[in-house]
């Protein structure tokens, strides 16, 4: 019987064959922005909220970062370092419950909401407590340079719309992917921290007009950052599940855009309504605060110079030259001094009137380092006359804290008299 000599076919692919099996790279990229779309069914739309809810619920990292966060933003407030303020929010927790929030308003959840804005409320809870406990350590060493703590409690438009940025890119980011948007959570917490902690530490250091606009700053950036998340879900196709989610995501949107328009418009800052208050109530606090300090110092009267006996006498008040009749001989004048009081000049006092910010700089030199920031309404006094330096009226002021009197330069346009002056 002859032997099968045809050789068997091979059982192994050949390469083309596998090639023609491997997905193609717009393959893998259609697929991948399958895996990332917001499901448009109610039972993937209820899987993925499920999802989302276990990510941005919290943990107990999120509060012991908190506390470490706020512990150095206070430490950096009460130095004055910008250099630990920037480590303090680098220590910030990923700010899952803000995201989680969000969710809960476009999805329609009620009960989501509530459990992510109380570990939110927590959160930031800890940060106001340990700027606190440092602004209580700050009133040993009073009077500070607080610097940051003043930039940090103001509303500026250039934070406006990096939190803008940041809330969208966070909220898409932690939607979209499964790894932790560390990046953009930093910028959030940049923006709420801040100002929250400068609040704190405004409050418990009682140095005045920190406290109110830092917690009109943290309010203003919550509502806004929340905006934005909300409008960024929405356009990523994330809709309410029932009607009765409808009504619970319309009442929180009415509620943000409230907020805002109540915080964001013209006349709402705190500082911007905060003029200079009558002379009359202001001698009253001044003399409560300072019984060393009289009514006439602090309302200089111009008086005129009392005049002496000798110049009611025309005669006597004017020299006289007696000549002898001898034509050989000239008599020499003689003067009759006229007796004249010097007056001294009453000392000028005026208040910190600043339209922005809440108070100005008090600086060493004309556009030198910082010495000490006052706030509006306080009383300074005039050492001299406004001087020219690069074109800005600059005058040299003396100020009391604490039993401690301190000089430099302040701008000229954030001074208030309290009576007219020639030159001022």
């Given at each position: ?5 045809e ?6 692919p ?47 990292e ?146 005045g ?13 919550l ?31 009415i ?74 001989i ?18 000028l ?14 600086r060493?030199e ?33 100020v ?25």
């Open positions: 019987m002859p032997e099968n000599t050789p068997l076919a091979s059982t192994q050949s390469p083309s064959s596998t090639e023609r099996t491997r997905p193609t790279r717009a393959q893998r990229r259609r697929a991948a922005r399958k895996r990332k779309a917001i499901p448009s069914g109610a039972e993937g739309r209820s899987q993925l909220l499920q999802n989302l809810v276990q990510r941005a619920y919290p943990s107990y999120f509060f012991i970062f908190a506390t470490f966060s706020g512990a150095i933003l206070g430490l950096g407030y009460l130095l004055d370092s910008q250099a630990f303020l920037v480590f303090g929010i680098l220590m910030a927790p990923l700010m899952s419950p803000l995201v989680g929030m969000i969710i809960a308003s476009v999805s329609g959840s009620a009960k989501f909401f509530i459990k992510t804005l109380g570990a939110f409320f927590i959160g930031s809870l800890l940060v106001f407590i340990t700027g606190a406990l440092a602004g209580f350590a700050a009133r040993i060493w009073l009077p500070l340079t607080l610097t940051q703590a003043f930039e940090h409690s103001r509303l500026w438009w250039p934070d406006l719309v990096v939190l803008a940025l940041g809330a969208i890119l966070l909220t898409a980011s932690f939607v979209r992917s499964e790894k932790k948007p560390f990046l953009p959570s930093v910028m959030v917490a940049y923006e709420l921290f801040f100002p929250l902690s400068a609040a704190a530490f405004g409050l418990a250091s009682g140095v007009d920190i406290f109110p606009q830092g917690i009109f700053v943290f309010a203003a950036h509502a806004w950052a929340m905006l934005f998340g909300t409008l960024t879900l929405f356009f990523l196709g994330f809709r309410p599940l029932r009607a009765s989610g409808w009504l619970f995501s319309l009442l929180i949107l509620l943000l855009l409230a907020a805002l328009g109540g915080l964001l418009l013209p006349g709402t800052n705190p500082t911007s309504t905060s003029g200079i208050q009558p002379t009359s109530t202001r001698v009253a606090e001044v003399i409560g605060a300072r019984p060393d300090i009289s009514v006439t110092e602090i309302l200089p009267t111009q008086t005129p110079a009392p005049v002496a006996e000798s110049t009611k006498n025309p005669a006597a008040s004017t020299p006289t030259l007696d000549l002898l009749p001898s034509p050989d000239t008599a020499e004048p003689i003067f009759t001094p006229t007796v004249t009081l010097t007056a001294h000049p009453t000392p006092y005026a208040l910190i009137a600043s339209s922005s910010g809440g108070g100005a700089y008090l060493r004309p556009g030198g380092p910082v010495i000490l920031t006052l706030d509006n309404n306080e009383l300074v006094q005039a050492l001299t006359a406004p001087l020219d330096y690069d074109g800005t009226p600059w005058v040299q002021v003396k009391v804290r604490s039993d401690q009197s301190f000089e430099g330069w302040i701008i000229q346009s954030v001074l208030k008299t309290a009576t007219p002056s020639p030159g001022w």
